[in-house]
């Protein structure tokens, strides 16, 4: 099968387009991402004068070519000295392609497509005597063709691009006209060798070695300057350059000796100053002198050095050498990007010992070469002198000329199976490129490079380029793979292969997918979406199988939903840096930003350039804005789409999706009511919100599409949406929801009340009107009535035109006939139509573009006025001929005719003057300008970047003016602190402004909300701007600037605190102070709105003002009654103000000025310490509203001032609302909120009143210091109580039996307590579980259950305190402490105690026990709950008495793990410890669990973290039980033996001398109540100091298991003298 070279273009031209666009680097020569363009304008390019070509035995050109119009052209022409013949050249027309050689022609019967780069290769030498033509890299053609007599190519001839030229006798190149190629030309080399196929295939950046694109070769500045522009598809990526350059050396020290040659040095200089990804593969040195100079001192001795060396000024160098130098770069880089790079980094010197090295970049080479390792002898070059003499035994006296270079390293041998079969890779060297036969078809080149890794000084193999090699699998064997993460982008890479394949081979263009396949190779796709993280290269590679898909034409219906849907989940899923992410490709474009839902506003996306074959150009406007002149598809989503963005204020991702073709949507059957002939007439254009759907919107989604066809007369348009579910699933086009407004015949306007894909549909039922039975009206909808930007420095002609003209005939729609007519004359002929109007008998001021559906009947006058704009006519009398000559025409077909009767053309010629402009960006002179042209000058602070200005035209006043710059890419040259070193006079008040408002632009990002400005910034601002009030006529213009830049600000994220005052007195003082036309005037921005009012005393009954609409980054909407009424329903704020304030107004009657503020922010008002009476934990819940009367203090009204305020936040249950106002004296000047005067009434929980008695900036509060948790949280501690409760419950009941079961564990103390602890909790653990059961049986039995549970709680606290009491006794007190009837007393203070307390509380109020509803939100039922009613005894009997037990345990806590560290470090040196760290770890956490020092979590659930800790709360407290269980039955070795006795029956029952010796205890007083009197020498068992597991140390006479309380002394201190106390852990 045939290679397809279109499509492998179109390949290699969407693979380039995806990657960075380089900038033009000052100073680079490199042509490289560049074209040469030619139009009507006459240039030419030709190889520079001083240049020549060498004779040549074999010699290699490549060109690339792209054709505007095919008509004869010449892409180059090679002539010979004093030969009329072209030598060597390319030529064709719209039939042939023809090679010249040798002055003989051979044409190639094809011709090149228009509108596409294409490559095209000429290579000959005289050993193969054959001429071969390669197009795209394939052989078109292969001519014999016999040398002349010399065998070899002329040199020293004249070669010129896209012009024939011819040579005088003075040797002056001359442009011959015919021939001449309309496009582009791009990459122009030339080689002194002849390329093989393989080889052409592979040339890639591949400079060349004769002729070189680069702009030192050619000349384009005659006979017209026609310089090169930047071309973002030729961009060409490499990794291998070669760098030619003469290096100046001299010694700082002549003494020293430098024991280097020159390539060591060379190669030391390159491998410090370029990166890590730069590895320098060979160096070698051309040619050396001993002696040279670097400037212009004519005393010194010199070798003849490059030109235009003049940079180093008069400074002498010691020694100069030529070197070539090979590097290569991973990964691979634009080619003028690299040039770039290396060029920065060689232009500074290098210091290396005592060397100083600097080359000279002017004559610097750098070039992409073919990357082999091996140097081949330089070829022959363009040169304008001789090349120097090698001569590389030249020394330097103080160097060593030895050469020393690593050897080559090599890649081994590998076997490696692909999908295109099993391949043997040979051992290959470094950078060198191995290739190998493809297995199918044998006539493939497969090859493959060799890299090096610099950081691990290792070789590896890149992976195989397999592009001409076919597959061994096809897309259907793609069911066999399972997609995984792992393999997920080798099967991105499978698929784009697979697909490459099938459309390169076979039919090209035309190349088909069937059903199957595609619905296989979306299927995969989706899968890799679902188990991947998108990133932008795999939202690249994915969005580049499906324009692949898309561009020929085939039918898509079986998966239009599947690639809809797929795209719209990569758009989702897409992670990108920043928050804009476009991707674009012939056939599709997609545009991914992440919106910040508080400064939402509204977001427009325009496609403003496209048409079948190119890359859309996408523009996004966060704002709801109207669609630039010219767009081809835009879509406006507005504000009210701010309600359906993240509700916790994260960013929100929204998509657009752009297709440029109608295959896609592919409907049969499209489900419309109206009736008719419906088809696809526009582009689709769509947009989406991140899983969610968006239906049913009061405010409209606008949509703008050009017709592909324009509308004739009886035709009509419907705007649709793409319905998924239509069509048995796969969708279809329908109708609901969207309104459809006809702009003009070309372009139509839709309004819908959803998201989705839109389209516009015409109905072509009736046959459209037409200038003959087979020619339609055609259409141009990116052309047509569009003003578009022009490239600065192209002529552009305009003309103003009125004609009248009459209609004879009917006619419904007359505009479009008109429109149509017009059309057909003046854009077919390359002219464009500007705003058009027309007026007639029947039709008055029409709107631009309007349509009126009237029938007309015969002889009716119409007068018609347009603008034309002509930008390739050479003259204007030719234009003005044209024009002329076009309108005078008569139209007419079977139903109508159009005869012009008047015509008047005339010339608007002006241009935008030159003009110097001053900004903080530094003093521009913009140059005249043509009109709709847009001129760029480079920045002040960074040449790199680039100012832009648009020359725009006004088509009502026939005038050019100039547009604001745009300044996007420059950094200003002037900050906001320098504000304060100008003073602001009445002169420069407007410009401080302006100044003000760019300088804040700049800072807070344009508006976008992410900046912020410091605390010294905003005074400044703020201060300037009221000096600016003080000495200017405050008039509505400058109001509305100073408000608009006061709004940004408080958008932002700046702190306010410091400049709040200062912006609420200038706002009054500008409302005061304002000047405007009429008594009303209203201003409103996102973040504030005023409304200034002059009131006539005598009509005054009192005034209110309304905000009606408003949500955060909308703008607010306003209204004003002059009259006290009573608020709308559903204002956001209104204040009402009563007729006794007619007693302030102007004793004289004049008007007085009234003002009203509205603040949507709360940043502005931020107060740490709010002045109000009322205790608790106040936060502003509202926006804030104000009122004032001009120059007047209004305070102690009789009648009151209404303020109605809807709350931010909904009040709940327990929280309180107050009225505040904002007292500006207060909190050292800064202001603070105080709510003396006003008078608080809640309305609901959503809106609160206000009746205050004076006039400031009014608020409402809310208390949340006992705002209620979430009812979600409730529910799950809900749950988790219940659960650990009952856990608890089940471990305290066996911890209890274990205790009362066997006798041996209760004979101490600790034992003992543990017990009534256990019995304490087990009791309120399940009164707690059985409450609401109890509660159900009668008020009695709750009340009983309600007291129950207080004593049980109150016990365990009592009990846990005693617990610490005997703690402390048995450890602190432990050689002292007697108590008799221990266990007796401890149980009367922990049962009586709590039973005290509780009948103190019956007694004093019976009715402080009760029920309470608990509410749950998930299902609204309410649940009683028995418990404390009363605030004050539950305060006192239970927070109180609960603190005080638990401060009481933490302080005995502390002094317990004190006394352990102690007796710790005072144990003997020769006894280690036992257990370690862990062991005491786990004896903190019982004592922690038996002390009930978890219960002090509820005392710090207060603040953020309140919610957290009353999760840790719920489940440390409601499993005390299940720890208690663990700590002291499940760890405790004597608790276990015990069970493993009692249920193995004895059989393992320890004998009585094992317990004994567990057990027994030294001599001791009789009374077994002693806690003193302690043999030193003994070892004591320390259970008796507590339960816990392996507890403390206590008295003698303890049992069980735990820490050893060892007081030992050593033999030499007597038996009555303590020396030393140690504490260890043994697990007994």
């Known amino acids: 099968m045939a290679r397809s070279p279109p499509i492998i273009m179109l390949w290699l031209w969407l693979q380039s387009s995806m990657y960075l666009q380089g900038s033009n680097i000052h100073g680079n020569p490199s042509l490289w991402g560049k074209k040469a363009e030619f139009q009507i304008k006459p240039c030419m390019w030709q190889l520079e004068p001083g240049l020549s070509v060498p004779e040549l035995e074999e010699l290699s050109v490549c060109v690339l070519l792209r054709l505007t119009v095919i008509t004869e052209w010449t892409a180059f022409a090679y002539k010979a000295p004093g030969n009329p013949a072209v ?221 235009k060396s003049k940079e180093f000024g008069n400074f002498t160098f010691d020694y100069c050498f030529l070197s070539e130098v090979l590097v290569s770069i991973s990964p691979k880089k634009s080619v003028e990007l690299v040039q770039a790079d290396i060029r920065m980094k060689l232009e500074p010197e290098f210091s290396y010992d005592s060397l100083t090295l600097r080359t000279d970049i002017h004559d610097l080479s750098i070039q992409p070469v073919a990357p082999l390792y091996t140097m081949t002898e330089p070829p022959p070059i363009v040169s304008e002198s001789p090349r120097p003499a090698t001569d590389k035994t030249f020394s330097f006296p103080t160097m060593s000329t030895d050469s020393t270079t690593e050897g080559p390293k090599s890649c081994p041998e590998e076997t490696l199976e692909s999908i295109y079969g099993v391949y043997l890779w040979p051992e290959t060297f470094t950078f060198g490129p191995q290739f190998m036969k493809c297995q199918r078809p044998f006539y493939g080149v497969a090859f493959r490079v060799c890299k090096f890794d610099i950081d691990s000084d290792m070789t590896s193999w890149e992976d195989p380029d397999m592009t001409y090699c076919e597959p061994h699998m096809n897309i259907s064997d793609l069911h066999d793979w399972n997609v995984t993460a792992e393999n997920a982008m080798d099967m991105v890479q499978t698929i784009q292969r697979l697909l490459f394949y099938e459309l390169v081979y076979g039919s090209g263009s035309d190349a088909e997918l069937s059903a199957s396949d595609m619905v296989t190779v979306m299927g995969k796709l989706d899968d890799v979406v679902d188990v991947s993280v998108v990133t932008a290269e795999l939202s690249n590679d994915i969005f580049l199988i499906i324009s692949l898909i898309l561009i020929p034409r085939r039918d898509m219906a079986p998966v239009s939903n599947m690639v809809l849907k797929l795209t719209e989940r990569i758009g989702d899923k897409a992670v990108f840096s920043g928050d804009l992410f476009n991707v674009a490709f012939p056939k599709m474009a997609v545009s991914m930003i992440n919106v910040q839902p508080k400064n939402f506003r509204g977001i427009t996306f325009c496609v403003t350039n496209y048409a079948d074959g190119m890359i859309p150009e996408l523009m996004v406007n966060e704002s709801f804005a109207e669609p630039i002149p010219g767009t081809v598809a835009s879509i406006t989503l507005p504000a009210e789409l701010k309600n359906r963005l993240a509700a916790d204020g994260n960013k929100t991702r929204i998509q657009f999706q752009f297709y440029g073709v109608q295959d896609l949507f592919n409907d049969t059957d499209i489900a419309i009511e109206a009736e008719g002939n419906w088809t696809l007439n526009s582009y689709v254009i769509s947009a989406s919100i991140n899983n969610r759907t968006v239906k049913n919107l009061n405010q409209s989604v606008e949509v703008t599409l050009s017709n592909n066809r324009a509308m004739q007369e009886h035709e009509k348009v419907m705007c649709v949406f793409w319905d998924f579910g239509d069509n048995e699933g796969q969708g279809g086009w329908n109708s609901q929801g969207c309104e459809t407004r006809p702009i003009s015949a070309i372009k139509t306007s839709c309004f819908c009340n959803h998201l989705t894909n839109f389209a516009v549909l015409l109905d072509i039922s009736r046959a459209p009107l037409t200038t003959n039975s087979t020619q339609q009206c055609p259409s141009s909808p990116t052309t047509t009535k569009a003003p578009l930007n022009n490239t600065v420095g192209i002529m552009v002609s305009f003309f103003g035109v009125n004609m009248t003209f009459i209609l004879n005939g009917n006619a419904t729609n007359p505009t479009t006939v008109i429109e149509c007519w017009l059309y057909e004359r003046l854009v077919l002929n390359g002219m464009d139509m500007v705003d058009f109007w027309i007026f007639g008998n029947s039709i008055r001021n029409m709107k631009q573009y309007g349509v009126q559906q009237i029938s007309h009947g015969l ?37 109508l ?123 400044t601002v703020v201060g300037k701007l009221d000096d600016v009030v003080d000495v200017s006529v405050v008039t509505a213009e400058l109001s509305n600037d100073i408000f608009s830049m006061i709004s940004d600000i408080l958008i932002s994220r700046s702190d306010m605190a410091p400049v709040s005052n200062m912006v609420l007195k200038l706002t009054e003082r500008i409302g005061d102070k304002a000047v405007f036309s009429g008594d009303l005037f209203n201003v409103a921005f996102p973040a504030m709105a005023v409304s200034m009012i002059n009131v006539k005393p005598k009509n005054f009954s009192g005034i209110t003002f309304c905000v009606t609409n408003y949500a955060d980054g909308m703008t607010p909407e306003l209204m004003v009654n002059e009259s006290f009424a009573e608020p709308i329903p559903g204002t956001v704020a209104s204040i009402a103000l009563p007729a006794e304030l007619k007693n302030q107004l102007a004793a004289d009657g004049n008007k007085t000025r009234f003002q009203f503020q509205f603040y949507g922010v709360q940043d502005l008002f931020n107060d740490t310490g709010i002045a109000i009476k009322a205790e608790g934990n106040w936060t502003l819940n509202s926006y804030v509203i104000s009122a004032s009367i001009n120059n007047r203090t209004v305070k102690n009204l009789n009648q009151s001032v209404e303020v109605t305020l809807s709350n931010n936040r909904a009040m709940q249950e327990h929280e309180n609302v107050t009225c505040v106002f904002w007292d500006f004296g207060d909190n050292e000047a800064q202001g603070r909120w105080n709510s003396t005067g006003c008078e608080t009434r809640a309305i609901s929980a959503n809106v609160t009143s206000c009746s205050c008695n004076h006039l400031t900036s009014f608020a409402v509060l809310l208390d949340i210091s006992r705002a209620p948790m979430s009812e979600k949280d409730r529910e799950i501690m809900t749950l988790i109580s219940y659960l650990g409760c009952g856990i608890s419950s089940i471990f305290l009941g066996i911890t209890l039996m274990t205790y009362l079961i066997f006798g041996k564990l209760r004979r101490d103390h600790p034992s003992k307590i543990l017990i009534n602890l256990s019995a304490a909790l087990l009791a309120l653990n399940l009164l707690y579980l059985l409450n609401t059961w109890m509660s159900s049986y009668g008020y009695g039995l709750c009340i009983l ?91 006192v009997t239970v927070a109180g008495f609960i603190l005080l037990v638990v401060l009481g345990n933490t302080g005995v806590f502390v002094v317990v793990l004190i006394q352990i560290r102690r007796m710790r470090t005072n144990k003997p040196l020769g006894k280690p410890a036992a257990g370690g760290s862990a062991q005491d770890l786990r004896a903190a956490a019982s004592l922690t669990v038996l002390l009930g020092l978890t219960w002090l979590s509820a005392f710090f659930a207060v603040g953020p973290g309140r919610t957290v800790m009353l999760y840790v709360f719920c489940i440390l407290n409601s499993l005390q039980g299940f720890f208690i269980f663990v700590f002291h039955c499940l760890t405790k070795e004597n608790v276990r033996k015990q069970w493993r006795t009692r249920l193995t029956f004895d059989r393992f029952k320890p004998n009585d001398s094992d317990w004994s010796r567990s057990t027994s205890r030294p001599k001791q007083e009789p009374n077994s109540h002693s806690m003193g009197s302690v043999d030193t020498s003994s070892i004591i068992k320390a259970s008796e100091f507590s339960s816990t597991t392996e507890s403390l140390p206590v008295h003698p006479g303890s049992e069980g298991a735990g820490l050893l309380l060892q007081v030992a002394q050593p033999a030499s201190t007597p038996n009555n003298i303590k020396t030393n106390t140690s504490v260890s852990w043994s697990n007994q």
């Not at 000959?124 to 390669?134: E, I, N, Q």
């Not at 190629?181 to 295939?201: D, H, P, Q, T």
């Not at 400005?1013 to 005074?1019: C, K, N, P, Y």
């Not at 049962?1391 to 299902?1419: H, Q, R």
Request: with cysteine; hydrophobic share 40%; charged share 20%.
């Open 897 to 1019: 005719s159009i005869q012009t009767t008047q015509l008047m053309v005339r010339y608007i010629g002006p241009s935008c003057p030159e003009e110097t402009l001053k900004t903080i960006y530094g003093v521009y002179l913009w140059p005249e300008t043509f009109p709709l042209n847009k001129r760029a000058l480079k920045c002040q602070r960074d040449f790199n970047r680039t100012a832009f200005r648009f020359c725009k035209f006004d088509v009502d006043s026939d005038m050019t003016s100039w547009e604001v710059p745009d300044m996007t890419e420059c950094e200003p040259l002037t900050i906001i602190s320098d504000l304060n070193d100008h003073n602001v006079t009445a002169e420069n008040a407007m410009d401080m402004v302006q100044t003000i408002q760019d300088l804040v632009d700049v800072e807070l990002g344009s508006g976008s909300g992410d900046g912020e400005l410091s605390a010294s910034d905003m005074v």
């Open 87 to 307: 030598e060597l050249g390319l030529e064709g027309d719209d039939q042939h392609i023809t090679a010249v050689l040798f002055g003989a022609r051979w044409p190639l019967n094809e011709s090149l497509s228009s509108k596409v780069w294409q490559s095209v290769c000429l290579t000959w030498s005289a050993a193969s005597r054959h001429l071969r033509l390669y197009v795209n890299g394939t052989r078109r053609l292969d001519q014999a063709v016999d040398p002349p007599v010399s065998g070899r190519l002329a040199p020293n001839g004249t070669l010129t691009l896209a012009w024939p030229h011819s040579v005088d006798q003075n040797g002056t190149v001359w442009r011959e006209d015919g021939k001449t190629l309309m496009g582009g030309i791009g990459l122009f080399r030339m080689w002194a060798r002849e390329w093989r196929a393989e080889e052409i295939m592979l040339l890639g950046c591949v400079e060349g070695d004769v002729v070189s694109w680069d702009a030192r070769h050619w000349n384009h500045r005659s006979p017209a300057s026609c310089p090169p522009k930047e071309d973002t598809s030729l961009h060409c990526e490499w990794s291998s350059y070669e760098i030619k350059m003469w290096a100046y050396i001299k010694h700082s020290n002549t003494s020293d000796a430098t024991n280097s040659s020159l390539e060591s040095i060379t190669r030391h200089w390159m491998e410090s100053i370029f990166p890590q990804n730069f590895s320098v593969q060979h160096v070698s040195v051309l040619s050396q002198s001993r002696r040279c100079l670097a400037g212009d001192n004519p005393a010194a001795l010199y070798i003849q050095l490059p030109k």
């Open 1345 to 1435: 259950t309600a007291v129950l549970m207080h004593f049980f709680l109150l016990a365990s606290f009592t009990w846990m305190g005693l617990e610490a009491l005997h703690m402390y006794f048995a450890l602190i007190k432990v050689f002292n402490a007697y108590v008799r009837s221990y266990i007796l007393k401890l149980c009367v203070v922990g049962w009586g105690v709590p039973l005290i307390i509780v009948g103190v509380v019956l007694a004093t109020d019976v009715d402080a026990y009760g029920s309470s509803n608990i509410t749950s939100a998930a299902d609204e039922t309410s649940e009683p709950f028995c418990w404390i009613q009363s605030d004050v005894h539950f305060y």
């Open 859 to 895: 002889n009716e006058e119409y007068n018609c006025t347009f603008h034309v704009r002509g930008n390739l006519l050479s003259t204007i009398k030719e234009l003005e001929t044209l024009i002329v000559g076009s309108l005078n025409q008569t139209f007419s077909n079977d139903t």
